[in-house]
């Protein structure tokens, strides 16, 4: 069991949804196309590294990417949740980081095969704690950004997202159904790359949060 703390309520982490190439400039540089309808894959529960953790490279890549996204906790259950309601949902804010063993996702790919060990293995998502929803005034224009060795590799905005965070919230609502402690990891922006062995890492979000990070 994965637990959050969100100022002072305790969530269980339910479901961890990922969007995937959600920046239209991240779909260019992984050479593919945004989609008509947001792109979800998962991972569980089990991949998460808390706050303080280190990165752990599996054994079994030879080249692990950062992506630091915007991850949204939901707070209540619900299904069929309309777009304009949908950030009443949100019970919290974090940073996060959706690992990626590249090499391992461009060979199931390329088989067509499911590609959940390459983004879902253990320690595949980093987090950062979270801040509560009423600390960010406008989801539609979050800065985030990660720092590698002190120089900046992503930057971005959440005005930028293909697919906003409501109509994140609002898609998963009708197609999956929303449950309390359901994580969204909502993108990526441009500039994802390999991290290494004694890299230090600092995800932002806006001037909210700062994550520190050893890779190890
Ligand atoms: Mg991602």
Redesign the pocket.
């Known amino acids: 069991m994965r637990t959050i703390r969100i100022g002072q309520n305790e969530l269980v982490v339910s479901n961890i949804y ?1 969007v ?1 190439t959600n920046y239209v400039a991240h779909a260019v540089e992984m050479g593919t196309k945004v989609s008509e309808s947001p792109i979800f894959f998962m991972k569980p529960t089990t991949a998460i590294v808390p706050p303080g953790q280190p990165i752990v490279l599996p054994d079994w890549s030879k080249n692990v990417h950062h ?1 630091v ?1 915007v991850v949204v906790a939901i707070g209540k259950d619900g299904v069929d949740v309309r777009r304009e309601d949908a950030l009443s949902y949100i019970a919290g804010y974090a940073i996060g980081l ?1 690992m ?1 063993a590249r090499d391992v996702q461009a060979e199931l790919k390329n088989a067509g095969r499911p590609w959940a060990l390459a983004k879902g293995y253990r320690g595949s998502a980093v987090l950062s704690e979270f801040i509560p929803a009423e600390r960010i005034a406008d989801p539609a224009s979050i800065d985030l950004s990660l720092e590698i060795n002190g120089q900046i590799r992503q930057q971005g905005n959440t005005r930028h997202l293909v697919f906003g965070i409501a109509q994140i919230i609002a898609y998963v609502s009708q197609r999956f159904g929303l449950q309390a402690g359901d994580l969204i ?1 909502t ?2 922006p441009e500039g994802v790359g390999q991290v290494q062995h004694g890299d230090k890492l600092v995800a932002k979000l806006a001037d909210l949060i700062v994550d520190n990070r050893q890779v190890v």
Do not use: H, M, S, W
Request: proline share 0%; hydrophobic share 10%.
């Open positions: 990922c995937a992506e996204e959706d990626t990891y993108g990526t």
